[in-house]
């Protein structure tokens, strides 16, 4: 089977882990070649923080040793200010996007509560049309929680996955790499607590059959 190069795009350091961690893992076991694009900065009380940030970096490090993927991207874009021009990430993704020529993508859900998700996700949409990539095979959107799971209940916002993964091998890892991120866990029942993140594991497993899962909106799919 042909060994595939996954592309994860994530507006910040840590929704790799909480969306699509388990997932991550699956792919580099089947050896395909896995790189995550993180857009912005972390702002702290609004305001940026050079000696945090860079804490905030060797978090992401080492969460990516965890994971074991390949190549971890920073974009460095303005956090909580993504969306005052979108232009501004599409032209680097742009090119991010056309160097690695991956098969297959995983973007932020364009529904979320975060405005750096959805500006993340416009973005996206734009670089990923395929017009100018036809060669990938599949995209998802995946969620985030504490973000996804916290838009206002109206139809836009309405996460319904159609593709799940089974990461019942995983979750311990996932679990792990997200405890990595110091600043950024939270104690039960908050969504980015370890119970949490297993506990919807475990949901998402209920809807598909699985023990745990991650879940995923399909964007494209490409049959060969």
Request: charged share 30%.
């Amino acid at each position: 089977m042909k060994e595939n190069k996954v592309l994860v795009i994530a507006a910040h350091m840590d929704d790799e882990v909480l969306g699509c961690a388990g997932t991550i893992l699956k792919h580099k076991k089947c050896k395909d070649k896995v790189a995550v694009a993180f857009i912005a900065n972390r702002i702290y009380g609004h305001s940026f923080d050079e000696a945090k940030y860079q804490r905030e970096k060797k978090h992401c490090l080492k969460a990516k040793a965890v994971l074991g993927y390949d190549t971890a991207v920073f974009m460095n874009k303005d956090d909580e200010r993504l969306d005052s021009c979108i232009q501004d990430i599409i032209l680097p993704l742009e090119k991010i996007v056309n160097s690695f020529k991956p098969d297959i993508v995983y973007v932020p859900f364009r529904g979320d509560n975060n405005q750096d998700h959805r500006a993340v996700f416009d973005a996206c949409r734009v670089v990923l049309r395929p017009v100018s990539t036809g060669y990938i095979k599949y995209i998802f959107m995946y969620e985030v929680p504490s973000s996804t799971d916290q838009s206002p209940p109206l139809s836009e916002s309405a996460f319904v996955p159609n593709h799940y993964v089974d990461i019942d091998a995983h979750i311990n890892s996932k679990i792990r790499a997200f405890a990595c991120y110091k600043t950024e866990t939270r104690r039960y029942p908050h969504p980015r607590s370890g119970n949490s993140i297993k506990i919807l594991s475990q949901k998402r497993g209920i809807e598909s059959g699985f023990k745990h899962a991650e879940a995923f909106m399909t964007l494209r799919t490409k049959w060969f």
